[in-house]
């Protein structure tokens, strides 16, 4: 279970997130959406350990997580991915994950590697260069291969969908539930396409400058008057 308890993040004197508290279980996939800017990357970040909360705490399974080292969130199973993707340049697909393992639980085990890269369809990519080898879809998979390679129990998701055309959101979105059955993961995703975040997500949590405005089922938050007002400025539907 991740805990978030009044988060508050401020850079200088810009407030990125105010007073932001939620929590999800590792059973859940939830969505986290909000136009530019509404501080979605520093909440992973915030989660991630890449920033500092100026107020708040981070929980995940009762383990406060605030004052602890980048990488025992790792160790206490929480995983993430880039928006750009980030391969160890020089190293191959297989290495990377290799690396991967090591920051996770300091073990590396070629089997574990092996069912993570044929799950994520890497199989035959395996020996080739992560920095040059691959196209955008590929490096997306490495991406969140990487991230399983560590052994969460879950899973932020940055824009992993971002750039692809519609069958490879498709595939992405199908994989992602999938991997969610499978590995018994729970994921928090950014992800701007509706259409993708109503059809992976059983909840979906709405930033607007930094605050929390709205959480529920996809149907409803996409209702949300407040909701709609923060991506178009006036009342009406979010169009999928
Ligand atoms: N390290 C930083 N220093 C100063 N300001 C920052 C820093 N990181 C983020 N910000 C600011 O905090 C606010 C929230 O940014 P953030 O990247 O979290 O938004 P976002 O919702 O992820 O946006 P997008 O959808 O465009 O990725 C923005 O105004 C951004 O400019």
Known sequence: MLKLDGITIQFGGLT???????????????GLVGPNGAGKTTLFNAISGLVKPTHGKVEFNGVELGRKPLYTRARVGIGRTFQIPQPMHELTVRENLVVAQRFGHGKVDQRRIDEILAFMDLSAQAGRDAASGLALQELKRLEVAKALATEPRLLLLD?????????????????LAELHKAFKIGILIIEHDIETVSTLCDRVVV????RLIADGTPDAVFRDPEVIRSYTGEPGAVHA
């Open 16 to 30: 990125a997130l105010k007073d932001v508290s939620f929590s999800m279980g590792t059973d859940q996939v939830v």
């Open 159 to 175: 824009e992993v969908l971002a750039g692809l055309e519609t069958n490879g959101k498709r595939y992405f979105t199908a994989k």
């Open 207 to 210: 930033l607007n400058f930094g």
